[in-house]
């Protein structure tokens, strides 16, 4: 069993800015693919970013390109989401997602099914 664990989400501002974390552990399959999902009110769930080990590719989303950065730091095991320049629509609940032993492909963000592995999510909130 794969445990991720998110943190960083609040609330915040239109225009500023968060940071989340996903805390996962050490696969053990070199490859892995993790990505960032949101789940808004009344929408779909939506890919936001992915990002793989070792880092190779990285996608975003249209709404994500330009504003936020996935990174990740192997030594702690954990992805960020640098998120900037938020908007009222960029609320939802994010949660990480990983794939353990697979590479990351540019639409693997419309299909959440791919990742076997989910964490409980972090709130974020943009008010205007």
């Known amino acids: 069993q794969v445990e991720l664990i998110e943190s960083g989400g609040g609330s915040v501002q239109a225009g500023g800015s968060l940071r989340l974390s996903c805390l996962h552990p050490?696969?053990?399959?070199?490859?892995?693919?993790i990505s960032w999902f949101r789940q808004s009110p009344g929408k779909e769930l939506e890919g936001v970013a992915s990002?793989?080990?070792?880092?190779?590719?990285?996608y975003y989303s249209p709404s994500a390109k330009g504003r936020f950065t996935i990174t990740r730091d192997n030594a702690k095991h954990t992805v960020y989401l640098q998120m900037t320049r938020l908007r009222p629509e960029d609320s939802g609940i994010y949660s990480c997602a990983a794939r353990p032993g697979g590479f990351c492909y540019d639409d693997f963000l419309e299909k959440p099914n791919e990742f076997p592995a989910w964490g409980q999510g972090t709130q974020v909130t943009v008010v205007s």
């Open positions: 050490l696969f053990d399959d070199p490859y892995n693919c």
């Open positions: 990002i793989e080990v070792p880092v190779r590719d990285i």
